[in-house]
């Protein structure tokens, strides 16, 4: 389901948006810092402090996540069904230790986020689809001008 471009876009990102629906049906969107993919169909996602996402996720499953390069305006949106595992769980002890890793002792987490990817959709910024002419090059340079980040 995901592809070598999509592992990539995860593996690079520095945020993912997690969009989850709440008990009167509205979505909630929060941002995710320890997160990696787990092969090509599966998310996992360090719950650090997210007692909303995972209300949400236990009564409504349906997620959607996003993943964008803030350079390069480019990423991919992802959907899938979501499940909790915790501390005890077998599901836990499998899937946290990647995502251990990239914590640290600086983020404890008890619980993880497991979302079995359902769709993959590539996501640009509509520079890209108003104005064919577009090179990523330029919008890379563009956003490192607005940023104030200077390429290595």
Same mark, same amino acid.
Do not use: H
């Given at each position: ?28 969107? #929060?941002?995710?810092? +320890? &997160?990696?993919?787990? /092969? ?5 996602? %360090?719950?650090? *402090?997210?007692? !909303? ?12 996540? #996003?993943?964008?390069? +803030? &350079?390069?305006?480019? /990423? ?5 069904? %979501?499940?909790? *595992?915790?501390? !005890? ?17 600086? &983020? ?45």
């Amino acid at each position: 389901m995901m592809n070598d471009a999509v592992l990539q876009c995860v593996q690079q990102s520095v945020l993912t948006w997690l969009a989850t629906i709440d008990e009167n049906g509205f979505p909630n969107v #929060s941002p995710k810092e +320890i &997160f990696c993919a787990s /092969g090509a169909r599966l998310l996992l996602i %360090a719950n650090i *402090a997210s007692p !909303g996402s995972m209300r949400n996720i236990l009564a409504r499953p349906e997620v959607c996540l #996003s993943f964008v390069n +803030i &350079f390069s305006q480019k /990423g991919f949106k992802i959907k899938g069904t %979501a499940t909790v *595992a915790q501390v !005890g769980d077998g599901a836990f002890s499998t899937f946290s230790p990647p995502l251990a890793e990239l914590a640290g002792q600086r &983020f404890p987490f008890s619980s993880l986020f497991v979302i079995e990817v359902r769709s993959v959709v590539p996501i640009m910024a509509p520079s890209y689809l108003l104005f064919p002419e577009t090179q990523e090059s330029v919008q890379i340079a563009s956003a490192m001008r607005t940023y104030g980040v200077q390429p290595l």
